[in-house]
């Protein structure tokens, strides 16, 4: 079956630019995780749904970070006035469940560049 | 101190070699544990689960250390599609994964 995937896979934007990343998780999947992993690092959590209410934003480095997943399936990652430290690989996952007992399926990622 | 702790590698082993990674996580209260692994430019993806009794998959053993807050993977007859980077990950309840950087293996031939 599908796995989750990711639009773009890569996006270059000028520092003080609007991005919009896209994920869309496996089908069924009603916990969805956002994560950021730079060069050299582990992913690192920014935010967690379950159905369509974030139940956790507290990764979400400062506000001008925001998630949206309106009908509990495909979500979208906002980042308003980009900065040169926002470039990283940017992450989203799907799980069957939101215990941390489950398997987390990842997306390809969005390579985001700020320049 | 660091959430999940990973020593960074490289590890560089011959084809065959037996590898083990260790790792520590500080937060007593983690309830699952995993090794994900990570090829070059892609995403994670799930190794094995790691239980406290301990459990094998294959050339693949993963240990647990509850009292310790320690976990470990061991590699037997590596291959040289086992170079990778494996990532220790640690949950809790209905919280997120916390990850470790990760350790790099390289296999050669």
């Known amino acids: 079956g599908a796995g989750v995937s990711q639009t773009p896979s890569n996006k270059v934007t000028e520092k003080g630019k609007y991005v919009e990343l896209r994920c869309d998780p496996i089908?069924?999947?009603?916990?969805l995780y956002w994560y950021r992993q730079s060069l050299g690092q582990g992913p690192e959590f920014l935010i967690y749904?379950?159905?369509?209410?974030?139940?956790?934003d507290s990764g979400l480095p400062n506000d001008r970070f925001f998630a949206v997943r309106p009908e509990g399936s495909v979500s979208t990652l906002k980042i308003q006035r980009t900065e040169r430290g926002d470039s990283a690989v940017y992450l989203c996952?799907?799980?069957?469940?939101?215990?941390?007992?489950?398997?987390?399926?990842f997306g390809p990622g969005t390579r985001l560049t700020v320049t | 101190r660091k959430e999940v702790e990973q020593d960074p590698g490289p590890f560089n082993v011959p084809e065959g070699a037996t590898v083990a990674f260790n790792c520590t996580y500080s937060n007593s209260a983690s309830q699952s544990f995993f090794w994900y692994r990570q090829d070059c430019r892609k995403e994670p993806k799930l190794l094995m689960s790691v239980y406290s009794s301990g459990n094998e998959d294959g050339r693949f053993t993963a240990q647990l250390n509850r009292a310790s807050q320690y976990i470990s993977l061991l590699i037997r007859d590596s291959k040289l599609s086992d170079s990778a980077t494996y990532l220790c990950?640690?949950?809790?309840?209905?919280?997120?994964?916390?990850f470790g950087k990760g350790t790099m293996l390289l296999v050669s031939p």
């Open positions: 749904f379950q159905g369509t209410g974030a139940a956790d």
């Open positions: 990950v640690v949950g809790s309840g209905y919280s997120t994964l916390t």
């Open positions: 089908s069924g999947h009603t916990a």
């Open positions: 996952a799907s799980s069957p469940s939101g215990k941390s007992s489950y398997e987390q399926y």
